[in-house]
């Protein structure tokens, strides 16, 4: 029963302004929610797209192994068929060796001058 004069009038325009201020309030956050969800959905489809292109970087990178593998088998068996084709790469490592030892003398001779200064 509503209330009568402008007490009961003063109520009911009362309940209606917080009834509006309730669905404002209600229609903001049912858009938040909204575009919570819509953020939601954009994540985790960008999450999926990531794995799976990850799974397709592992296979391809699980395949370059595979074939590297393959060709060190192929390198081991040529060299155990034929153990002279290491020397040239022998001789080059060496000299490579020799010129870096040389070049490290060179340097400590220059610093003992310098400390000597």
Known sequence: MEGTGAGGNEQLRSAR???QLYRSELETVQRLWNDLQTEHVKAQTALERA???CEEEKAALNQRIRDLE???KALQMKVLANPNMLNPVVIEL???RDAARKHRDELQEQLRALQRQ
Request: proline residues 0%; hydrophobic residues 25%.
């Open 17 to 19: 302004e917080e009834i």
């Open 51 to 53: 794995r799976q292109d």
């Open 70 to 72: 393959d060709s060190i």
């Open 94 to 96: 060496e000299a490579q």
